[in-house]
């Protein structure tokens, strides 16, 4: 039998350019990248694997330094024990001036750096990994696996590859069935960021941390043995911290502190760990103060953002006598006829008001 953990997509060196944090929090999140690969390399010696698998986008080639590069070298050789098996992606790819090139590694460290397919035998552990690196930041064509010989059926079979399983995409489309056919003992996938077991030897290992709100849910790395009774993985949560996404429903009826208590309610993820992005809906009082509530419960989180969708509160009689010679009594007069308790109905008299009287302060 042998054991592995499949990482990949790690993006060590990313700017967070897609999510609004200041420079202190962007440099702790790049730093918190390292951390994690750092306790995957060591959570992977210290349980014996055979191998460590890294299917791509270890880094960002844009903004990685020959020192990142060398700081990368000296934690691979730390799990001197560990056979590693690098497959570049689309954000690390193997150029001709690739700073993968420009460093010693260590004999337990293999990446597959040649043009096409390429292959690496572990006679010892009756293995044969396949692995295909990038060489451009875009590949819109099909792998040629036919061309390849993938006859070791003696061995324990492995494909590592960072590339996007479909036919329209110019991220390396690969064919699931073209996949399967290849008759691998697992194949380790590595550019879809959220994690996929697509059957017992097929997986997308996502990403360790996630890098933004659009990467809701557990990340962590897959874990697995090959054996005579077959492949088995499993997913591995194991990332520091999460986003978090959700609703918050508010209604008229509630004052300052009844949201403020609503907020600490929430019990939904860490509060003093993972990013926060909060949806507030409803109605609200017109002259509520939503900053301030921000200010109040932001210590709260470790990092929160709030979205505010409310609807403001309006007193219709009032605003009704106000502008009862203009084009909003009229509107107000009209929907008030209508059943207000249907929320449809309701909902069309605020934003109504909401535009109408948007404008008069904009004319």
Not at 284 to 294: A, P, R, Y
């Amino acid at each position: 039998m042998v054991s592995f953990v499949h990482t990949g997509d790690i993006h060590l060196g990313l700017q967070f350019n897609k999510v609004s944090f200041n420079r202190e929090l962007s440099l702790e999140r790049r730093s918190e990248l390292w951390t994690t690969f750092e306790k995957i390399v060591k959570y992977t010696k210290d349980n014996n694997k055979d191998f460590l698998f890294i299917a791509g986008d270890l880094f960002e080639e844009k903004y990685f330094t020959l020192g990142d590069m060398k700081r990368v070298r000296d934690i691979l050789q730390q799990a001197e024990n560990v056979n590693i098996l690098i497959s570049a992606g689309n954000h690390d790819f193997v150029g001709h001036r690739s700073l993968y090139n420009r460093v010693d590694w260590s004999p337990n460290v293999h990446i597959f750096k040649n043009k096409g397919i390429e292959k690496k035998e572990f006679p010892n552990l009756n293995t044969v990994v396949y692995g295909y690196s990038w060489d451009k930041v875009e590949i819109r064509e099909n792998v040629l696996f036919n061309r390849f010989d993938f006859q070791e059926d003696h061995l324990k079979k492995v494909l590592l590859i960072h590339g996007d399983i479909g036919t329209n995409s110019n991220y390396l489309p690969l064919d699931l069935n073209t996949l399967k056919g290849l008759n691998m003992d697992y194949i380790a996938l590595g550019h879809i960021h959220k994690p996929e077991i697509i059957n017992n030897n097929i997986a997308y290992c996502g990403c360790p941390e996630p890098l933004d709100f659009g990467e809701t849910g557990d990340r962590g790395f897959i874990e697995g043995n090959i054996s005579k009774k077959g492949t088995s993985i499993d997913f591995i949560p194991f990332s520091k911290r999460k986003f978090l996404e959700l609703d918050l429903s508010i209604n008229e009826n509630m004052g300052y502190l009844d949201i403020v208590n609503l907020f600490k309610s929430i019990e939904y993820g860490n509060k003093e760990l993972d990013f926060y992005r909060i949806k507030l809906k409803g109605y609200i009082q017109n002259d509520l103060d939503i900053e301030g509530l921000v200010k109040s419960v932001n210590d709260d989180f470790y990092y929160l953002e709030i979205i505010d969708n409310t609807i403001p509160d309006y007193d219709l009689d009032a605003l009704e006598r106000t502008f009862e010679d203009s084009i909003i009594g009229q509107f107000i007069k009209e929907m008030k006829s209508k059943d207000l308790k249907d929320p449809i109905v309701k909902d069309a008299l605020y934003y109504g008001l909401e535009a109408l009287l948007k404008g008069r302060l904009d004319s």
